[in-house]
């Protein structure tokens, strides 16, 4: 059975920091990566990561986010620094491999003013 499940969500200060946890099973994934999605508004890609370690990163969360993965592990992390308000959102983490994805259930990040 696939299986992604995210932790590490929570309450924090603008400026604080954050790290997000997502754990596969089932399989190992060509690519994974973080959606967010606010109230109101559409999900989102964040950042993606492949197998063999590339990245991208949306504009909004250049230089202050970083993804990584350990493949031994089968988990994905995003690791978010110097957070805003507006980075508010659940965080979805996303596994796709040949023509299938897979998604998360989410956690919930909050950050205060």
């Known amino acids: 059975q696939v299986q992604l499940v995210e932790s590490g969500g929570g309450l924090v200060q603008a400026g604080g920091t954050l790290r997000l946890s997502c754990v596969a099973s089932g399989t190992i994934f060509s690519f994974m990566a973080w959606y967010r999605q606010a109230p109101g508004k559409q999900r989102e890609s964040v950042a993606a990561?492949?197998?063999?370690?590339?990245?991208g990163y949306a504009d909004s969360v250049k230089g202050r986010f970083t993804i990584s993965r350990d493949n031994a592990k089968n988990t994905v992390y995003l690791q978010m620094n110097s957070l805003k308000p507006e980075d508010t959102a659940v965080y979805y983490c996303r596994g796709g491999i040949g023509q299938s994805v897979y998604w998360g259930q989410g956690t919930q990040v909050t950050v205060s003013s």
């Open positions: 990561i492949t197998v063999g370690g590339s990245t």
